[in-house]
């Protein structure tokens, strides 16, 4: 046979394939249980209000373009902000929530990759990017503001941490929690 293919039985590698089928659909059951808190998420976020939240963004925007494949930095423009629990007009110094914008140089957590981290400036306005995520094709920027306030329709300069940009980081927990719960 082939080198490799004796590692699994046919049967364990359909059985892996579904594995990483469920896995998603599993990690999200346990975050929306909050069995599960988020690694780097913004704390005490509803996740019905951000599928109606990007829903309503999705359907004035659209889908967030990812930018973020040859470039680490970009400026964007605010199109909407969130506490986490609803939709705001702005984030103040000392507060979290989540950003999006109408581009983003960030990459989404997502197949097994984690989200982009890194910092935005808009005017004097500063915040770090703990985290980001999609959601309806909408890009969530999970953000605590350091200094000033950021308002919707505001330009933000994002600029990934180069060191950081995270290629397997989630993969492994995720694949741990599979085994751990299955």
Do not use: M
Not at 74 to 97: D, F
Not at 123 to 132: C, E, F, K, R
Request: aromatic share 4%.
């Amino acid at each position: 046979g082939h080198a490799g293919h004796g590692i699994l039985s046919t049967s364990e590698r359909a059985g892996l394939a579904v594995g990483l089928e469920r896995r998603h659909d599993l990690l999200r059951h346990l975050l929306k249980i909050g069995y599960l808190v988020k690694a780097d998420g913004i704390p005490n976020t509803d996740e019905s209000h951000l599928i109606q939240w990007s829903n309503t963004l999705l359907r004035s925007h659209q889908p967030t373009p990812f930018v973020g494949y040859d470039t680490l930095t970009c400026t964007a423009k605010i199109i909407g902000l969130s506490n986490g629990q609803s939709a705001v007009q702005n984030l103040k110094v000392g507060e979290q929530g989540l950003v999006a914008t109408d581009s983003t140089s960030f990459y989404a957590e997502g197949g097994g990759q984690a989200g982009d981290r890194g910092v935005g400036e808009s005017g004097s306005t500063q915040l770090v990017i703990h985290n980001t995520t999609k959601q309806n094709e909408i890009y969530l920027h999970h953000i605590e503001v350091t200094e000033g306030e950021l308002r919707i329709g505001a330009s933000l300069q994002l600029k990934v941490n180069d060191s950081e940009r995270r290629q397997t980081a989630s993969h492994h927990s995720a694949t741990h929690l599979l085994h751990a719960t299955l």
